[in-house]
C-alpha cells in the first residue's frame, strides 16, 4: 500500500466520524428541544417526566409516581398537548385504521392512523385519544410508530392496573 491510499482512507474515515458526530448532536439537540415544552406541561401539573419517547414531530412522557402522561404532537404550524391522569382511565387500547392493498407480489397492509385510545372511567367523560400516526398529516411510510403506541400502550395498561390494585 502505497502513502496516498493510506491518507486518503484516514481522511475518509475522519470525515465519517465528524459527520456521524455531527448527525448525533443535531438529533440531540431537536430532542431537548421538543422536550422543554414536555417538561413545562408537565410542570403545570407539578410532575417530572420520567420515561419519554419522540417520534416525527411527536413526544410523549410519563410521570411515574404521579401517574400522568403527557403528550405534545406538532402538525405544520398547529401544536396540541395533552395531559392524562391515569388514575382517572379504566384502560388504554391500541386503535389502528388500516386496509389491505392487493400488489404484484400480493397483499400488503397499509396503516391509515395509529392512535391510543384512554378510556375513562367515568362514562359521562369522552375517551382521550393519542394519535401516533396520519397517512394525511405524516410521511407515507411507518417509522416505527405501530412499536412505539404499543409500548406505550403497555406501559398505560400496567400504571391503570397498578392503581385498580391499590383502590
Do not use: H
Amino acid at each position: 500500500m502505497d502513502s496516498n491510499t493510506t491518507i486518503t482512507g484516514v481522511i475518509f474515515v475522519l470525515f465519517c466520524m465528524v459527520l456521524f458526530v455531527l448527525i448525533n448532536r443535531n438529533k440531540r439537540k431537536k430532542e431537548k428541544q421538543f422536550l422543554q415544552p414536555l417538561n413545562r406541561l408537565a410542570a403545570k401539573e407539578n410532575c417530572k417526566i420520567s420515561q419519554y419517547d419522540s417520534w416525527n414531530n411527536s413526544v410523549i412522557g410519563i410521570d411515574e409516581t404521579a401517574n400522568f402522561i403527557f403528550t405534545i404532537n406538532k402538525i405544520i404550524d398547529n401544536e396540541t398537548s395533552q395531559s392524562i391522569n391515569l388514575a382517572e382511565m379504566q384502560r388504554c387500547r391500541l386503535a389502528e385504521s388500516s386496509r389491505t392493498e392487493s400488489t404484484k407480489e400480493g397483499s400488503i397492509k397499509v396503516f391509515d392512523r395509529i392512535s391510543l385510545v384512554f378510556s375513562n372511567v367515568d362514562k359521562a367523560k369522552p375517551d382521550v385519544i393519542v394519535e401516533f400516526y396520519n397517512s394525511n398529516t405524516d410521511r407515507l411510510t411507518l417509522t416505527g410508530e405501530l412499536q412505539l403506541a404499543e409500548k406505550w400502550c403497555e406501559i398505560a395498561n400496567d400504571k391503570i392496573a397498578t392503581l385498580t390494585k391499590m383502590k
